[in-house]
């Protein structure tokens, strides 16, 4: 079954320094996703990205966050000058179109951040 | 601002047993309600949905209940087996575009105890 994988499963970093989290969607599916979980609390919603742009973003996803699609497969979210309270899970999700009636996404298995 | 809503932090349920987990919204522009179970270590699995225009939607073990006038919506689990014990996250999406991206309730642990 196609699955949404994401690497590296954890990552540790000090505050401060910029981070790539990678993914790489299912190979038909046209949008992708980044969500976070803070330890604790509920999943976020931080991006949705189509046709090489970001679709909708929310709050969180400041001017620290950027998302890249650099080839046809990964999609990467960077964060530039990471803080302690980005320590999370970051999750990726791909669906094959947007986010409308009768679509599920699909997660990845997460990246752990720990930001010291 | 607490879209949707889960407020039962866990819940124990004794194997074959029903399991009820209950979640409750806000936004009256949702329309398309999902449930994802979640393991450690492992990121979210699509378990079930149900759309607006439906009141339950029911697959194998699971049925998933919709009372829109309550904005509220309940995933049943029956009989519970051991290996449903994990996190169950209730997810919504909707709105005027009918484009948003998911907006997920705290979870809900359940044990379900041999």
């Known amino acids: 079954e196609p699955e949404v994988t994401q690497t590296p499963s954890h990552q540790v970093t000090q505050m401060g320094q910029e981070v790539i989290l990678r993914c790489v969607p299912i190979s038909n599916h046209l949008y992708f996703y980044w969500y976070r979980q803070i330890l604790g609390q509920k999943v976020e919603f931080l991006v949705s990205?189509?046709?090489?742009?970001?679709?909708?973003k929310s709050e969180i996803f400041d001017d620290q966050f950027s998302v890249e699609r650099p080839d046809g497969s990964n999609f990467t979210l960077k964060i530039r000058s990471t803080k302690l309270e980005d320590s999370a899970m970051y999750f990726c999700a791909s669906t094959p179109d947007g986010p409308s009636r009768d679509t599920e996404a699909f997660f990845g298995q997460g990246t752990r951040l720990t930001v010291v | 601002d607490q879209q949707v809503k889960q407020n039962s932090p866990s819940l124990s349920v004794q194997e074959g047993r029903i399991s009820i987990l209950n979640c409750d919204y806000t936004?009256?522009?949702?329309?398309?309600f999902l449930w994802y179970k979640k393991y450690p270590a492992e990121g979210p699995t699509f378990l079930i949905s149900i759309s607006s225009i439906k009141d339950k939607n029911e697959d194998g073990r699971f049925t998933v209940f919709l009372n829109k006038s309550a904005k509220h919506l309940s995933l049943h689990i029956v009989p519970s087996q051991p290996g449903d014990s994990a996190v169950y996250f209730c997810?919504?999406?909707?709105?005027?575009?009918?484009?948003?991206?998911?907006?997920f309730g705290k979870g809900t642990r359940l044990s379900v105890i041999a």
């Open positions: 997810a919504a999406s909707g709105g005027s575009s009918g484009n948003t991206p998911l907006v």
């Open positions: 990205f189509y046709n090489n742009e970001i679709s909708e």
């Open positions: 936004n009256s522009m949702f329309d398309y």
